[in-house]
């Protein structure tokens, strides 16, 4: 809606330093902790319920120890680790209907 | 972020019958029961945990027989109640800045 995709993942690992140079992108953790490094040597830490919105052109690295549930709202065109690509990159079109 | 706000507010009883004819309109019970009135003649009932987004140009009016906590995702263009203006209408400065 308002070509925002609001999506629904489960995460575990590391993902990769990676920034969207057009898009917000907004983490709403439902249950367990994830870490989003960023860069200038900042990290927040998201527990259940609580959110965090990373800005656009802004570098961060999603980081979950244990599996985290989490609610994404991203612009339609986000690319999942920007212009980064790296086996654990899933394209838009396999984030919309999974194998 | 992204043009949307994401908005947390307490509803209780009926609003007004209006549109949004630009802006698709996300609403997420977080506690109570939100009926959403449609037209055709159409309702949706929304429980915690449960959400409906109100396409753009379509009429709607939501009912809180109780009170309800909502998420309200919308884009930052959207008037409160459309083209239509009642007493319950809040313009978004009072939104964003409650008296």
């Given at each position: 809606?308002?070509?925002?995709?609001?999506k629904v993942a489960k995460l575990l690992g590391?993902?990769?330093?990676?920034a969207h140079d057009q898009e917000d992108e907004m983490f709403l953790v439902v249950y367990g902790t994830l870490r989003i490094q960023l860069e200038g040597d900042r990290e927040v830490s998201l527990s259940a319920g609580e959110f965090f919105v990373v800005p656009k052109g802004v570098q961060h690295n999603p980081v979950a120890d244990e599996?985290?549930?989490?609610?994404?709202?991203e612009t339609v065109t986000t690319a999942h680790?920007?212009?980064v690509q790296v086996e654990g990159t899933v394209p838009i079109e396999r984030q919309i209907a999974p194998e």
């Amino acid at each position: 809606m308002n070509d925002q995709y609001v999506k629904v993942a489960k995460l575990l690992g590391e993902l990769v330093w990676h920034a969207h140079d057009q898009e917000d992108e907004m983490f709403l953790v439902v249950y367990g902790t994830l870490r989003i490094q960023l860069e200038g040597d900042r990290e927040v830490s998201l527990s259940a319920g609580e959110f965090f919105v990373v800005p656009k052109g802004v570098q961060h690295n999603p980081v979950a120890d244990e599996e985290v549930g989490v609610v994404l709202i991203e612009t339609v065109t986000t690319a999942h680790t920007g212009s980064v690509q790296v086996e654990g990159t899933v394209p838009i079109e396999r984030q919309i209907a999974p194998e």
